[in-house]
């Protein structure tokens, strides 16, 4: 089976540009969690996503949003980039509804300048 | 919500010796997940566990979860450099219920470095 894939691997960004990142889930999962990672701030969870509708939200503010589609494939864009917005960016897929070991992808490194 | 501590935060060993790191949360643990991630890469999924007392093995790496729920131990017997990374421990939110789905709170991390 494929692991949890990511695209693009590395973006360069500028100021007041906005992303989309892509994530293709282990095929079966239909949960897709995004996290964001930080030397500061360590592993942060943004949001989960389970049946294209949203379940759960981390503490980000709403330049930060994502979608996810029937064939449980996800995206999340970040609009209005901030230098702090440079991270990696994880996302991960999991089985069943709750409870369940997540599998994390390699990871988008967004730069901003 | 639950907050991890990691220690040691960074440990240097030689290879061939055994080590320990240690997590502890503020709240009770009903799912800890141990990750294991490269700098710059994605999390490699090393071990879940869900009850008190319980322990898992996989290869030269054994985690426990003590009895009260509060604390695991990853181990690591006879190091190889093969095991130099960032080791993380995930408490999994979602066994509370609620609205917390799909929501891992990771500790900040561990770095091991393995000289030959």
């Known amino acids: 089976k494929a692991g949890v894939t990511q695209t693009p691997r590395y973006l360069i960004k500028t100021r007041g540009q906005q992303v989309t990142l892509s994530c293709s889930p282990i095929?079966?999962?239909?949960?897709v969690s995004w996290y964001q990672q930080t030397p500061g701030q360590g592993l942060q969870f943004l949001f989960e996503?389970?049946?294209?509708?949203?379940?759960n939200k981390g503490n980000f503010p709403g330049r930060f949003s994502g979608r996810q589609f029937s064939n449980s494939r996800s995206e999340m864009n970040v609009s209005t980039l901030e230098l702090g917005d440079s991270a990696l960016y994880l996302c991960?897929?999991?089985?069943?509804?709750?409870?369940?070991?997540?599998?994390f992808g390699p990871g988008t490194r967004l730069t901003v300048l | 919500s639950q907050e991890l501590e990691q220690s040691p935060q960074s440990l240097i060993v030689q290879e061939g010796k055994n080590l320990t790191i240690n997590c502890t949360s503020s709240?009770?643990?009903?799912?800890l997940y141990w990750y294991k991630q490269k700098y710059g890469e994605g999390l490699i999924f090393l071990m879940m566990?869900?009850?008190?007392?319980e322990e898992k093995s996989h290869e030269k790496i054994t985690a426990k979860l003590d009895e009260k729920k509060q604390q695991s131990s990853l181990h690591i017997t006879a190091s190889q450099p093969s095991h130099a990374g960032i080791y993380l421990c995930?408490?999994?939110?979602?066994?509370?219920?609620?609205?917390?789905?799909?929501?891992?709170?990771f500790g900040q991390g561990t770095i091991l470095t393995v000289h030959p």
């Open positions: 996503y389970f049946s294209e509708t949203q379940r």
């Open positions: 709240k009770t643990l009903y799912g």
């Open positions: 566990l869900q009850k008190g007392g």
């Open positions: 095929s079966g999962h239909r949960s």
């Open positions: 991960a897929s999991s089985q069943l509804a709750e409870g369940n070991e997540q599998f």
């Open positions: 995930g408490a999994d939110e979602s066994f509370r219920g609620g609205t917390s789905y799909g929501k891992l709170t």
